[in-house]
């Protein structure tokens, strides 16, 4: 039986070629609209406790000073505050009152992955309605990243984003810095996967004088050269020289001396930020700074950064969680605007879950639900607090137990479809992307207003 190009793909998608498939054009897209625009997700691994990220300052702070409780709630003097709003930042996230300020940073309260509108009443009548395993890392990190509510999926809606551009004749967009992702996998589109750290070509560096180089350069010539007898022969050497291709033109854009990215990716006191994350940050910069060589116009990346798991002695821990969040974040935003893209790129974060508001006894918190989470980009519609805010009363009716584990008010979909509507998925694709649109979009619901 004839091996399509399709099947190798599949033999492949778990090895170190699906990092650089056949001439990078599986990083890039036309279409969906004019010009250039790209989504970046930054997951925070682990369950990031935003009820300590954005914290009301109104008469609310009481209930939230006392349902927190002395080991982890934060100092009321000591927020950041979102000029004209109620509320206020974890000083960590100092860098973003910046960025507010400008106009580029909006927030959605309470967002989490539902199968329909939910009432704490209806939560404990209607096991039916409970998404699937709640409160567990590796099903909700899933449900976020798929948007599957009841099941996770096998695809992502990132992906699924993908799959309607190379169904329109497009190639798919979608880089990963973080890994093998679930939101970033299609039905026909697959990632590229890049990793945050140095890229080589082992074994077939055309700059090497060594003679086991040249030797092994010689062979892969001669064979990529060859005329081949098979269908999988071909397929093999097609991917091959891709790979070879890819590695060239990534290596120009990620490595250029000539980059305006590291100067850019610095903090408000103009110090040079790095680390794991900023690395991340940094190649997704590169990457939309050489959207040009790419000939790419609508791009979706991912990066990541962990250890929001912190049931035990939270304060310190999650302080430097967000001090690194904050500062790359910024640096982020800095360099797309050094780039003249700010409005053409957004950045938004996804978390497995929060954390029970009450805390616990070994001064963290556990696994809760619906979470706080942030957008960045010039292109917003300013200053903007969307969703809604929960009812801070343990046990009360936004509470699905007795201890703050919030019921979401926002799903996913109206969250991420607010997202993939602006990179310019059409209303008639929305139902593929998200299986469960339908639910999210009539009736006084659909797409949060982030977007000018």
Known sequence: MPVSRRDVLRLVAGSGLASFMPALARAQTIGGGTGYKAIVTLFLFGGNDSNNM????????????????????????????????????????????????????????????????LTREQFESRPDLHPANLFSHDAQQNLW?????TSELPTGWMGRVGDRFVDAGFQAPSISLAGAQRAMIGE??????????SLQRSGYDPSSTTADDIARRNAVDVMLAATQNSDLGQITRDIMQGDLDAGLQLDGILNSEESAVTAAFVDPDNNAVTGSLADQLKRVARLIEGRGVLNATRQTFMVSTGGFDNHRSQAG???????????????????????????????FTMSDFNRVFAGNGSAGSDHAWGSHHFVVSGGLAPNQLLGGYPDLALAGPDDSRDDGRWIPSTSIEEYGGSLVRWLGVSDADMPYVFPNWSTWNGGGRGPVNLFA
């Open 54 to 117: 954005i914290v009301p300052t109104d008469e609310r702070f009481a209930d939230y000073e006392q349902a927190r409780g002395g080991a982890i709630a934060l100092d009321q003097n000591a927020l950041v505050g979102l000029p004209g709003t109620n509320y206020g930042l974890h000083p960590s996230l100092a860098p973003l009152q910046n960025i507010w300020n400008e106009g580029g940073l909006n927030w959605v309260f309470n967002t989490g992955p539902l199968l329909q509108p």
């Open 145 to 149: 990243q798929t948007a599957g509510g």
């Open 188 to 197: 026909r589109n697959n990632p590229l996967l890049l990793s945050g750290g």
């Open 317 to 347: 821990t999650h302080s430097g969680l967000l001090a690194n969040v904050g500062r790359c974040v910024y640096a982020f935003y800095n360099t797309m605007k050094a780039l003249g893209v700010e409005n053409d790129v957004a950045l």
